[in-house]
């Protein structure tokens, strides 16, 4: 018989806070997500993610996020409105709702707008993620969830931000960065944006602050680089596979899952997702035609824990030839 996943139960003090909630799920046609654990419970574990994982990117000196916004301060108690928890598909989105609920039990800040757009003759020019008023200081906050494949690269050549892709290939991180960098942080200093900065009772311009968080995944037979410039060296690494090359997870783990896409960020303990074997997992892959996020999993006290994860992508993803 195989081990239990078991509960969410290595959440902290937080845990003892929270009242019983109905379990939150969702479907899709791919890989559906799956919670076993309480609502309050997977928000906790995801809150503690945020807290406690490194950043992914190291902001500019004008643009770095202050502490007491990254490690906030206060708890959640019984009341806690999860209406702005419940799972979205779209990761980035979700990540948005999680850190909406850490900054709303924020005992330093007082004020909160969200997704604030501005404008000119009926144009967007752009939309802020939020405003924030921390002390008596007003905070323009943009964030991030980033996940990116490293695409292999002759040796000589130095690692940088553009050879970081996403597992459709539509993008880099070097643009999502510089984008940030030159065009969403700046926003709030525009002249367009006084009006509604204005109209939102901020009289002051506020301070651009940016957060990101995530993985870079790398191919195990590459040889390990250090992180190119702006990203933080204490980030989180996973790795890359083709599907041909899925033998090559023998030695990451015992066992495997897929969680759905909102689920991302939490534990296995917190999901109930079936957990494969290496034989189970190659079929289950097999009519894939797109990147899948793996968790491999370790046998630890008769549960399963996570021991590393990253993407299996077909074998004719682009640059994936070795």
């Not at 311009?205 to 870079?216: H, I, M």
């Amino acid at each position: 018989m195989k081990p239990a996943i078991g509960t969410c139960n290595s959440l902290g003090s937080l845990k003892a806070e929270v009242n019983r909630n109905p379990i939150i799920q969702s479907t899709t046609l791919r890989n559906p997500a799956i919670r076993t654990a309480e609502g309050q419970e997977c928000l906790l574990a995801e809150l503690e993610w945020l807290r406690t994982s490194p950043d992914l990117m190291l902001a500019p000196s004008e643009f770095s996020c202050p502490d007491e916004i990254r490690f906030g301060s206060g708890t959640i108690g019984s009341s806690a409105d999860l209406t702005d928890y419940e799972p979205r598909w779209r990761l980035g989105e979700h990540f948005e709702n999680i850190v909406h609920f850490h900054l709303k039990n924020n005992d330093q800040i007082s004020d909160i707008h969200r997704n604030i757009q501005v404008a000119k003759d009926k144009i967007t020019l752009g939309e802020m993620d939020f405003l924030l008023k921390l002390g008596s200081r007003w905070i323009h906050l943009e964030v991030a969830l980033k996940l990116y494949l490293l695409d292999p690269v002759d040796d000589a050549e130095p690692i940088d931000l553009a050879g970081f892709i996403g597992t459709r290939r539509k993008d880099c991180l070097a643009t999502k960065w510089r984008r940030m960098l030159s065009h969403q942080l700046p926003l709030s200093q525009r002249p367009e944006a006084q009006q509604v900065l204005t109209e939102l009772g901020v009289e002051e311009s506020p301070l651009p602050a940016v957060w990101v968080k995530g993985w870079l995944f790398y191919h195990p037979l590459q040889a390990k680089t250090p992180a190119p410039a702006g990203v933080n060296p204490e980030h989180l690494r996973g790795w890359w596979l083709t599907w041909s090359e899925l033998e090559l997870l023998s030695n990451k783990g015992e066992r495997f899952m897929l969680p759905g896409k909102p689920d991302w960020l939490l534990p296995p303990a917190c999901l109930g997702n079936p957990v494969f074997t290496l034989d189970e997992l190659r079929t289950h892959l097999q009519d894939q035609h797109r990147g899948n996020l793996v968790v491999a999993l370790e046998r630890v006290d008769g549960g399963w824990l996570e021991s590393s994860r990253g993407f299996v992508v077909p074998d004719n993803w682009p640059g994936s030839s070795r």
